[in-house]
Structure formats: structure tokens, C-alpha cells
């Protein structure tokens, strides 16, 4: 996993939709399964923002507030899976509706103290393998090729990087009632 070297002082953070339960305990079942490292360590999620170090957090956290208060809540389904090989190791539930929602609120929260160049583009998705041998990939992606999971969306979450490499929930953001971005 690619992430940015920090300094004294600095945080780092990812922002994320949670995936809930009884979702959330098979996709890290899976990812165990898969013989995946991060699996007891990053909880199931859509990521908007990758691992990124900044230096405030409470700058992070009041545009992260601006961001989900111009947003609704919306439905996302998970189906299938999906790859990136050969580009990187990685096997993911794909997102089949709520795609556009993800990508709006992506491109908010990529402004301000968040603002930076991507290694590839955006695409919302759910890992359930990551570096692992190309035959767990393979098993992991037949096996979990038939999940399924709908929910509705009602906040993201704010999360921090511990020095023990466990992400964290910081802060939930609530997806406000001013409808999607303008």
C-alpha cells in the first residue's frame, strides 16, 4: 500500500463511506480468507480520499462538514467483483449504483486542504484483496464474485492512520438536506 511519508507534527487521514453490517464482517472474512494483511487493519469502505498527510486537522474536519452538509444521502450497491491487475494487485467489489454520488462527493472533498494530483483516477470500489499471490487473487475474485450488499448512505467518515498502522474513525460527517453539489 502506497503511503505518504509523514513528518512531527502531521496527520494522516483517509475519508471513506463505512461499509455496515453484516456486510462489513463478510468482506473482512474474505479478505482474511485471501490471506490479505490489511484485513484486521483498514475496515471495509469507498474510499473519496486516499491516505493523505496534512498538518490540520481541524482545517480537514471543517471542510469535510461543508462538504457533506451540500450532499444527500444516497443508495449504494455493491455486486461483483472486479480487479486492477495488471496495473496493481488488487480485487474489489464493484460499485454498480451510486457511482456518480461517490465521484461528487470525491471531487469536493479533493479541494481545499485536501486539493492533490492522483496516481490514477477515481474509481469508488471496495478491496477485498491487496498484495497477496496472484492465486489468491484469482480464488478471491471467484469466490466473492456473486456478493451483494445495498445500503443508503447517510454520513462518511474521517479516519487516522496510528503509528500501529490501524486506521481509525476520527469523525463521522453527516450527509446534510441541501441536496448534491451544484
Known amino acids: 500500500m502506497h503511503l505518504p511519508a509523514r513528518e512531527q507534527g502531521e496527520s494522516r487521514i483517509g475519508v471513506s463511506i463505512a461499509v455496515p453490517e453484516p456486510y462489513a464482517a463478510e468482506l473482512v472474512a ?18 473519496l480520499v486516499g491516505p493523505t498527510v496534512v498538518d490540520s486537522l481541524a482545517a ?23 480487479t486492477f491487475r495488471p496495473i496493481s494487485p ?3 467489489i464493484n460499485v454498480v449504483q451510486g ?5 461528487q462527493l470525491e ?7 485536501l486539493a492533490q494530483d492522483l496516481r490514477f483516477n477515481y474509481h469508488p470500489h471496495v478491496t477485498i484483496a491487496h498484495e497477496v499471490s496472484s492465486l489468491s487473487l484469482e480464488r478471491t475474485f ?11 448512505v447517510e454520513e462518511f467518515w474521517l479516519y487516522e492512520h496510528g503509528n500501529d498502522d490501524v486506521w481509525r474513525p476520527r469523525r463521522s460527517f453527516p450527509l446534510g438536506l441541501g441536496g448534491l453539489f451544484p
Open 30 to 47: 474474505a479478505r482474511r480468507r485471501a490471506g490479505d494483511q490489511y484485513a484486521a487493519v483498514i475496515p471495509p469502505h469507498v474510499t
Open 60 to 82: 480537514v474536519e471543517d471542510h469535510l462538514a461543508v462538504v457533506a452538509a451540500a450532499a444527500t444521502p444516497f443508495r449504494l450497491h455493491l455486486r461483483g467483483t472486479g
Open 90 to 92: 488488487v480485487v474489489f
Open 99 to 103: 457511482i456518480a454520488e461517490c465521484e
Open 107 to 113: 471531487r469536493r472533498a479533493r479541494r481545499g486542504p
Open 142 to 152: 471467484n469466490q466473492m464474485s456473486t456478493f451483494e450488499a445495498a445500503f443508503t
